[in-house]
């Protein structure tokens, strides 16, 4: 849905080339969040860093009277401090923002939602797998404890370690 927000956004009649810029990046912001959702089911080898980079441009929400930025795909939780004190905002679907020059008040904050799923990915990438104890337990035992994530690369590893010991 996101990407088809800013192709109608470019399609809007807009010919600055900073305008048609910035809804191609944010349509790229997008297609990324694509591609890294599907990596993710396919449990792809940079399944997890790519969805960590699409978490991480999700963060920031930041208003300035130079500057104002935020963007967020799908449930969008933004809590930010500023001239009036904490605030927030909440959005279910597709959000992008990006202004120069709006003379806005200053205004920093962060998307909850996005760190999160930043930290469970984060906390999944750096988990450590378990690996099996040969001499106590079976291979087939210790993988139904493994996460589905590291389950794959355990087994490539188990088998690339088998067949090095068979050589």
């Known amino acids: 849905m996101g990407i088809l927000l800013a192709i109608q956004a470019l399609a809007g009649g807009q010919n600055e080339p900073l305008y048609i810029a910035v809804n191609l990046i944010f349509a790229l912001f997008f297609g990324l969040g694509i591609i890294a959702?599907?990596?993710?089911?396919?449990?792809?080898?940079?399944?997890?860093?790519?969805?960590?980079?699409?978490?991480?441009?999700?963060?920031?929400?930041i208003t300035s009277p130079l500057l104002q930025y935020s963007f967020g795909s799908g449930f969008f939780i933004a809590m930010y401090y500023g001239q009036n004190g904490f605030e927030h905002f909440f959005e279910i679907g597709s959000h992008s923002m990006f202004l120069m020059d709006s003379g806005a008040v200053w205004n920093l904050g962060v998307n909850f939602t996005a760190i999160c799923f930043f930290l469970c990915l984060f906390v999944v990438e750096n988990k450590k797998p378990q690996w099996p104890d040969i001499h106590n337990e079976s291979i087939e035992n210790n993988t139904a404890h493994s996460s589905p994530v590291h389950t794959r690369k355990n087994r490539e590893l188990v088998g690339a370690q088998a067949s090095s010991r068979q050589s």
Not at 37 to 58: F, K
Request: glycine share 4%; no cysteine.
């Open 37 to 61: 959702g599907t990596a993710l089911l396919e449990e792809t080898p940079r399944s997890i860093r790519l969805s960590l980079i699409y978490q991480a441009i999700q963060i920031p929400v």
